[in-house]
């Protein structure tokens, strides 16, 4: 809902029909038409308002859609829609880039229904839930290797046993941790993340375990630590590959005993707490070498949860890329609203070696660098991922990403009815399939 006083326009370059004006009113959308070939495209925008732009290419001819492109050009800043008619040739160089500079496309007739939903999120409306597991805290992606770990998540969050979880760096690790302090019976107690990795080699057993007044030189007061100031929640250790020897025995007793001992006390304290640990080492191989002790191993082996690699979900990238990007823009002020279909392309192509973290830290780079509406490949600095290998051009393959986009989103609006989607590109049902084949359409999962 818009809840100010400013209001939510469509500047509509080209002629809309009536129904699609009533349409727009009672979405709440003011509908202005503006000429392409007017100086400034012939409307004046008031600040403040939420304005959408959109290009209709049903009616126009070449010098429309010359002057379409410069205007778009010109006003990268606000969010731009295509609309094109079943004879609009997605090969032309002016459609192009009219649909290079657009953030979504339609094909006449319009599905209604997806514009004014594509426009609510363009003016910042709370996306429809995107996530299969809304309960799970912190968690966001539906593909297949996130949902294994959604489903182990909930089963291993009531029992009371150590988990080990493991992944490379930046898969969330942390994250799932977190997620299963929430859902334990825990989740109103304390929870203490601690990088074993971080710890100064020589206070770790004080840091974790605590100190008396006097133990060692400087410990002026007695200190609690960090298990015992974490009492009936959960202490989740980062890195636990890199605690030194006696830290491995002090934490050995605490998960077969339940008590500790403070540094420089004989005094057994009974603590009843949930012990989570993490790596991205091989565990296996520092027991092997000695590094690791093997019964605190398989002590804290009980359960075992591995986070999969972002590149393994490719499926996840852009999803998580716009809640990163929305939520960015609720903090900052920024112009960027979504991605143009090559820095999509670039998402989910790199091998993401830094994972979500990495992710997260590009696009929040790219929301501060972006100068219009939509994040470019450049601004997400994968210029190298798309770039053209062997004989293929920079303008090959925007043609094939435009190619693509189009043909999406006329199968979207032809209800991925191929015959239908033939009948509106005005080509042979044999055509579509080998578009579909050549861009990796599949048609039964792309509903
Ligand atoms: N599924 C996810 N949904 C949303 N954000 C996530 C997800 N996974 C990770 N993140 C975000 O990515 C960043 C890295 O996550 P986290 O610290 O949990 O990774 P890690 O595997 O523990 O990393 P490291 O091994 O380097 O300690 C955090 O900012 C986290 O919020």
Redesign the pocket.
Known sequence: MNNDMSIRCLVWFGEPTSIERARLAQAGWHTRVGDASAQGGGVGIRRGDTVVAMADLRQAGTETLRSMAKLMADHPRIPWIALLSADTSVQSPEVERVLRASIDFFTAPVDMHRLIETLGKLAGDAPPQVSAHADVP????NSPA?MAVVASLRKYAPVDLPVLIT??????????ARALHKLSQRRDRPFAAI?CGALPANLVQSELFGHERGAFTGANARRVGHFEAAAGGTVFL??VGDLPPDAQISLLRLLQEGTLERVGSTQSIKLDVRVLA?T?VDLEKAVAQGRFREDLYYRLNVLRLR?PALRERAD?VLQ?AQ?FLDSFRKQHACHARTFSALARKALRDFSWPG???EL?NRVQRAAVVAEGAQISVADLDLEDVVAPKGGHSSLGLMRTSAERDAIMACLRESRFNISECARRLKVSRVTIYRLCKKHQLVLEDTH
């Open positions: 912190g968690i966001t992606g996130m992944g490379e760096t930046g898969t969330g690790k942390e994250v799932a990088n980062d890195e993490a991205h986070m996840d998580l809640i994972n979500v973290r997260l």
